[in-house]
Structure formats: structure tokens, C-alpha cells
């Protein structure tokens, strides 16, 4: 109910990381050995043959090899199959395959390596779920999509992601982590959600803006008169995700949240409950229990990486909309029929690009777990 559905700059511009996280998460669940199908490297089998689909400076995409990145990508984000079928979708998508390629080429040899030894960790993990998983074989089966297949597009996300991670420095990272640093840090609140719209359908509106507002002011009377958070929030609280535990969210991510909720809880002062915040579920009576802030010298590896990628989407960017221009891309996709295009705008997703979408982690709302 609080997650945020903010468009970050690197989803805007390619998906590339959103990709790998997401590639990386269903291998993690769900991709070792290397197989003799075909390609291992960086490289679709189709890539050179067939029609032209893309030229850019010293290189192209031919129809086959790009239907079976299209291929890859919908069996990685199955939500996307049906808004694939629309042409400012597509291009984008093919735009994104470029960039990746540029990219894959510029990458080191001791990047290749490192993401080539990570690509056989997931791929291990990928193979003994198709020996288990029937329906993960039958998809591959259904779309002729090998498991070299899976490798290639795999290895290519990771070469990328290693490639741009190479690029940041220690002060670049320091340099983010001190200027957001509310984003790294784990808070805990509690809070109260009068929502406008029915939790369960959003189509439905429950209450007015102005009831709403009034309710919470209710609500943060009770409070403040010593009120019991637990009684009152099982009362009040539409958020179904934390009703039942006194309206308490314990050590997350205030990144995560939608930016009121976020502003809020990175700056209300601790202890104190704080005036109804708006956001666009609703009006939020908030108390900010506990806020960390670790000094950049006593963060773990994993949380600087966690830092290094956000900077890592920052240089990500800069090539999307710097570098990408000048080297003289230029599409000839065919021109989908009029059926497709009409199928694909009925479908529940048509309306947004890829760079408009989220991703489901970035969607889901903590309710839904």
C-alpha cells in the first residue's frame, strides 16, 4: 500500500538493471553447465542473417536475432507479452538491445570474465528448475527458445551491469550515499491510512479527499491524547499490511515508499506524530520511531553496492541520452498490422512503455506479501 510507483531515471532510459534484477531473480527461484545449442557468449543465434531491423554506427540487428531477445524478455517479464505487439513499445525495446550491445562491446575482458563466472552460477540454478519445472520447459519448448538461448541474453544483462558498475568510483559512491542517505538507511514508523480509494479495487472511491482528511484528524486526535496505536490503527488503518501490527513498519526502506510517505518519514522529527500527509492513496497519520544513519566507512560491501548501482543507473543514463545519439541509430522495423496494433491497445497494460512501467517488486505494496 505504500510502495512506490515512481519511474526512476534508469527504467526511463533502458531497464537495464530492472532487467537484470528481475533475470536474476527468476534464475535465483528458477538457469550452468554450458550447453552445445549454441552460442555461450554475447552474441543471438540470427545475429547477421535476415532481414535488417536496426543500423547504428559499426554494427546492425537482424529480425531473427531481435525476435528472439523479444522472445527471452517475454519469458523473463510475462506481464509485457501482449504491449510487446505495439510499435513505440517495440522500438524502445529495440533501442534497449542496442545500447546493451554497444555496451557488451566496451566491457573488459576481466568484466567479461566476471560476468561470465556469475552467468554460470544462475544458469546452474536454471537448469535443475527445467528438470523439475515442467511448465518453465514447456515455455522455452513453445517459443524454441534453448537454454544457449537464455545464456547469451543472461550473460549479455550481466556484462552490462558489470561493465557500468565498473565505471563508478569509491567517491562517486561515497559522494550518492552522503547526499541521499536517508534512501540506505532502514527507518521504522507506524502509520494510519485513511484511504480515498478501496484498497482492494482503486477503481472504487471509499471516501472523499475531504472525509478522509477529516478521519485522520480524528484519528491523530485519539493519538495524541495517548490514544493505543494498535486498538486505533485495527480501527482507522486501511492499510491491510500493517492494521494488525499497530499501523508498524520495522527497519524498511523509506526509498521504497511513495514520495509524501517517504519525505515524511525521512523528516518528522522522531517521536513525534506528525500532521495528516497526502499521498495518492489517502491521507497518512505517521510516527517515526527510529531513523539509522551509519557513517559511509562502517557500511557493508553489500550495502556500498547497493549504493554503487544507483550511481551506476546515473552513468546508464548519461549514455542513454549523451552517447546514444550520436551513433546514428536508425530503426526499420516493419510496420505491425492494424489487428495487432488494435489487439495489443485493448490489453490492460497497452497504455504504458516499458519506461512508464514498474517493475512488480517497485508495484507490489507490502499488503500484498
Known amino acids: 500500500m505504500l510502495h512506490t510507483t515512481r519511474k526512476s531515471t534508469w527504467r526511463r532510459s533502458a531497464l537495464l538493471v530492472i532487467a537484470a534484477v528481475l533475470v536474476m531473480t527468476v534464475m535465483a527461484a528458477c538457469g550452468g553447465k554450458k550447453d552445445n545449442e549454441g552460442s555461450s557468449g554475447l552474441t543471438f543465434e540470427g545475429a547477421g542473417k535476415g532481414t535488417v531491423v536496426a543500423t547504428y554506427k559499426d554494427g546492425n540487428v537482424t529480425e531473427p536475432e531481435f525476435n528472439k531477445y523479444l522472445d527471452i524478455f ?10 510487446i505487439a505495439i510499435p513505440q513499445f517495440k522500438e524502445q525495446l529495440l533501442q534497449q538491445y542496442i545500447s546493451y550491445k554497444i555496451l557488451a562491446k566496451q566491457a573488459t575482458e576481466d568484466t567479461i570474465k566476471k560476468a561470465g563466472d556469475e552467468t554460470d552460477k544462475q544458469m546452474k540454478s536454471f537448469e535443475d528448475t527445467l528438470k523439475t519445472n515442467a511448465d518453465v520447459k514447456k515455455t522455452l519448448d513453445d517459443k524454441k527458445v534453448s537454454t544457449a538461448d537464455v545464456r547469451t ?17 569509491d567517491e562517486e559512491t561515497k559522494a550518492e550515499y552522503e547526499k541521499n542517505i536517508g534512501n540506505y538507511n532502514p527507518v521504522t514508523v507506524r502509520h494510519i ?3 480515498t480509494a478501496d484498497p482492494a479495487d482503486s477503481t ?3 471516501r472523499t479527499k475531504e472525509e478522509a482528511l477529516a478521519r485522520a484528524k480524528e484519528v491523530k486526535a485519539k493519538l495524541d491524547a495517548g490514544g493505543d496505536w494498535t486498538a486505533l490503527a485495527k480501527q482507522y488503518s486501511d492499510d491491510t499490511g500493517s492494521k494488525d501490527s499497530g499501523g508498524e513498519y520495522k527497519d524498511a526502506k523509506a526509498s521504497d515508499w511513495v514520495e509524501g510517505f517517504k519525505n515524511a518519514a525521512l523528516k518528522q522529527p522522531v517521536g513525534k506524530i506528525g500532521d495528516p500527509v497526502e499521498t495518492e492513496y489517502g491521507y497518512h497519520v505517521i510516527l517515526v520511531e527510529k531513523r539509522d544513519q551509519a557513517a559511509y566507512d562502517k557500511l557493508t560491501d553489500e550495502q556500498k ?13 548519461t549514455f542513454m541520452t549523451d552517447e546514444m545519439p550520436k551513433l546514428d541509430v536508425k530503426i526499420t522495423l516493419p510496420e505491425a498490422s492494424p489487428e495487432a496494433s488494435s489487439d495489443a491497445s485493448a490489453s ?9 512501467s514498474e517493475s512488480p517488486e517497485a508495484s507490489e505494496s507490502p499488503a500484498a506479501k
Open 74 to 83: 517475454n519469458i523473463m517479464q510475462p506481464g509485457y507479452e501482449q504491449v
Open 153 to 169: 541474453y543472461l550473460n549479455l544483462m550481466l556484462v552490462v551491469v558489470e561493465h557500468m558498475n565498473s565505471k563508478v568510483t
Open 193 to 195: 491510512l485513511v484511504a
Open 204 to 206: 472504487k472511491t471509499l
Open 305 to 317: 553496492q547497493e549504493v554503487q548501482s544507483v550511481v551506476a543507473y546515473n552513468h546508464m543514463n
Open 348 to 356: 490492460p497494460g497497452a497504455s504504458e512503455s516499458p519506461a512508464a
